[in-house]
C-alpha cells in the first residue's frame, strides 16, 4: 500500500480518526447510555473523544472530496469538527454518545448527545466550552442547549430533546446498548447501532411496498429476519472499518447477502427517478465490488478494503457521496440567499415605489450598473454601495476595483460553482427582455405583475458557464421561443427560482417551455398551475 493511501485509509477507517481503546469497559458504557434509551430509540452511537488527537483531519477532507488536493467546501467544515472536539477533549471529555428515537425526527427535535468526563475530568471547564460552542452550531430556529445530568455527564441537544431524555421514562435496550458497548470493547473508536423497536418493524412489515426485480423476494416479512445493522471503525491493532447486518439465522443471512448483490440491478430497474437511476447503478456496483458482502455465520459482513486500488475507488465514491450530503444543505442556503435578494427588491420598492430596473441607467438611458449594485444598501451593504461611482459604468477604473469586493450573498455556496462561474461572478440573474418583470428602464411595479406575483419569475440561478461579473447589467436574456435557453445545465436537475411574492422553488431543468414562458411574463395573460 502506498503511503499516500495509507494516509487516507487511516481516516476513512476512523471516520472521525481516533485511535485506541478507550479506558471505560463495556458495563460503564452500557450503564451510561441506559438512562436515555427506550422502546422508541432506533438509533445509538459511539465516539472515543479522549483520543481525538490521534485524527487526520486534511487526510479526512481530501479521502472525503475524492481528490488528493484540499477542497475548501470539506475542510473548513471538518476543522471545525476537529476544533470543537479537541476543545471538549482538553476539558476533559472522554465519550460522546448519540441518540436518536422516532420521536426525535421532528423539526423542534433531533439526536439527544451524551458527554461523559474522565475521572478527572473538569466538569466546569467542559461547561463553559459548550456554552460557546453551541451558538456557533446551533440552527437559529431551535439552538442547542448544553446542560449537567449529574457529576459527569452534560445532555446536548435542542431544548425540547435535552427536555424529553431529562425525564425519560427508559426501557431495557440491550440490542442497543449492550451491542454497543461490546463494539467499543472490541477497539472500535466509532460504533454505530441501528436496531428499531417493535412498532417500527410492525409498520415496515404493513407498508413495504412492491420491490423491482430481481428483489421481489424482499418482503416486508423480512423485518424480522434481521435484528440490527452495526458499524464499527478501529485503528488499533490495525486499521480498519466494518458494517455488519446481523440476521436471526445463518439462512436468512444467506438471503440478505443475495439481496445486497443484487440492488445494482435492481437500481437499473426504478423508473421512477429517470436517468438517475444509472448513476445510482453505477454508485452501488462500485460499492459492492469494492466492499463485497460475506457471510459470517448469522452476520452479512462488509469490510472495509485495503487493496489501494479499491480503496481510490471508494475514495472517489465517498467523495460523490459528501458532495451530495452537502449538496442538500447548499439547496437551503441557495434558497435564503434567493429570498434575501427578493425581500431587497420589495425595500427598494417600498422607498421608490418601483421595483429596480435591471441596470443604473446615466441621463441617456445607457446601462452603467447592475441591479445587484443598486439593492445593496438592503443587503447590509450601505458601505460599499457608497464606494461605487454610480455615474460611470461598471468597468470603468474605479468601478472595475469595486468588482473584487462581490458579496457572499451573490457567491454559491458551492465551492465547485465559485470556480466554474470564475472571480467577480455570481449565478444570480433577472429575466430581462419584452415582456418580463425587468423590460422596463424605469423599473416595474407589482401592480402591473398581472399573471400572478406567485406566478412570476423574479430571479434565477444559472449554470455556472452562463455566469456574470456581478457588477455588470448582463443578465438571463429570456428567448420566449426558447426559454429553457440559457438555464440548462447537466450539473443537477432543477434551478432555484425566487418569484415575486417572495416564495422561493425549484423548477426542474426540463420544464415545459409553455409553463417557463409564462413564468417569465409577467402579464401574458396565461393560464397555468405551478405546484
Known amino acids: ?15 472521525v480518526l481516533v485511535g485506541s481503546c478507550a479506558s471505560a469497559n463495556g458495563a460503564n458504557r ?30 479526512l477532507s481530501r479521502l ?12 473548513l467544515p471538518l476543522r471545525a469538527v476537529a476544533s470543537a472536539i479537541k476543545s471538549l477533549q ?17 423539526h423542534d427535535r433531533g439526536p439527544l448527545v451524551v458527554l461523559t468526563l474522565k475521572p478527572d475530568g473538569n466538569a466546569q471547564a467542559v461547561e463553559n466550552k459548550l456554552l460557546a460552542l453551541t451558538p456557533a452550531i446551533s440552527n437559529g430556529r431551535y ?48 460504533a454505530i447501532v441501528f436496531s428499531p423497536g417493535n412498532d417500527f418493524r410492525r409498520v415496515v412489515r404493513e407498508l413495504w411496498p412492491a420491490m423491482p426485480a430481481p428483489l421481489e423476494e424482499l418482503h416486508g416479512e423480512l423485518a424480522d429476519r434481521w ?8 485503528t488499533h491493532p ?69 487493496d489501494d486500488e479499491q480503496l481510490a475507488k471508494l475514495g472517489r465514491l465517498t467523495g460523490e457521496a459528501t458532495d451530495a450530503a452537502l449538496e442538500s444543505t447548499r439547496r437551503q442556503q441557495r434558497m435564503q440567499q434567493l429570498k434575501r435578494m427578493a425581500l431587497a427588491m420589495y425595500n427598494y420598492e417600498d422607498k421608490y415605489k418601483h421595483l429596480p430596473p435591471s441596470a443604473i441607467r446615466d441621463k441617456d438611458g445607457r446601462p452603467l450598473l447592475s441591479w445587484r449594485v443598486a439593492v445593496l444598501p438592503w443587503l447590509e451593504e450601505q458601505k460599499l454601495f457608497d464606494q461605487f461611482h454610480l455615474d460611470e459604468p461598471w468597468d470603468s477604473p474605479h468601478n472595475r476595483a469595486l468588482a473584487d469586493k462581490m458579496p457572499e450573498i451573490y457567491a454559491d455556496p458551492n465551492p465547485r460553482i465559485r470556480s466554474l462561474a470564475g472571480k467577480a461572478k455570481t449565478t444570480f ?103
Open 143 to 190: 439552538p442547542l442547549v448544553a446542560k449537567r445530568h449529574g457529576p459527569s455527564t452534560f445532555l446536548v441537544g435542542t431544548d425540547a430533546t435535552v427536555s424529553k431524555y431529562e425525564s425519560l421514562a427508559a426501557t431495557q435496550r440491550d440490542d442497543l446498548g449492550d451491542s454497543l458497548a461490546k463494539l467499543a470493547d472490541d477497539g472500535a473508536a466509532l
Open 238 to 306: 490495525q486499521l480498519s472499518a466494518k458494517f455488519v447486518m446481523q440476521a436471526s439465522d445463518a439462512k436468512s443471512a444467506q438471503l440478505f447477502a443475495q439481496l445486497v448483490q443484487a440492488l445494482p440491478d435492481a437500481a437499473n430497474n426504478i423508473s421512477e427517478i429517470g436517468p438517475r437511476r444509472h448513476d445510482l447503478k453505477r454508485v452501488l456496483g462500485t460499492l459492492i465490488e469494492t466492499v463485497p458482502p460475506r457471510i459470517d455465520g448469522s452476520s452479512v459482513v462488509m469490510t472495509l478494503p485495503s
Open 429 to 531: 440573474v433577472v429575466p430581462t427582455g419584452p415582456g418580463t418583470m425587468f423590460d422596463s428602464k424605469e423599473g416595474i411595479t407589482l401592480r402591473e405583475v398581472t399573471d400572478g406575483a406567485s406566478k412570476t419569475i423574479l430571479i434565477v440561478e444559472t449554470p455556472p458557464q452562463e455566469a456574470v461579473i456581478w457588477t455588470k447589467p448582463e443578465d438571463w436574456e429570456v428567448d420566449l421561443a426558447h426559454p429553457r435557453q440559457g438555464l440548462e445545465r447537466t450539473d443537477r436537475d432543477y434551478v432555484t427560482t425566487a418569484w415575486c411574492d417572495g416564495h422561493v422553488s425549484l423548477v426542474p431543468t426540463d420544464v415545459d417551455p409553455v409553463k417557463l414562458r409564462a413564468a417569465v411574463t409577467r402579464a401574458g395573460g396565461e393560464v397555468v398551475d405551478w405546484p
Open 227 to 234: 435484528l440490527r445493522l452495526e458499524f464499527a471503525a478501529k
Open 64 to 75: 472525503l472530496s475524492g481528490s488528493s488536493n484540499d477542497a475548501p467546501g470539506n475542510v
Open 30 to 59: 452500557a450503564a451510561s447510555l441506559a438512562p436515555y434509551l427506550n422502546d422508541d430509540t432506533f438509533v445509538v452511537a459511539y465516539l472515543d473523544v479522549a483520543s481525538a488527537d490521534r485524527v487526520d483531519w486534511e487526510a
Open 90 to 106: 482538553s476539558g476533559g471529555v472522554e465519550t460522546a454518545y448519540a441518540v436518536l428515537g422516532l420521536g426525535d425526527v421532528a
Open 1 to 15: 500500500m502506498t503511503p499516500a493511501n495509507r494516509s487516507l485509509l487511516k481516516p476513512l477507517c476512523a471516520m
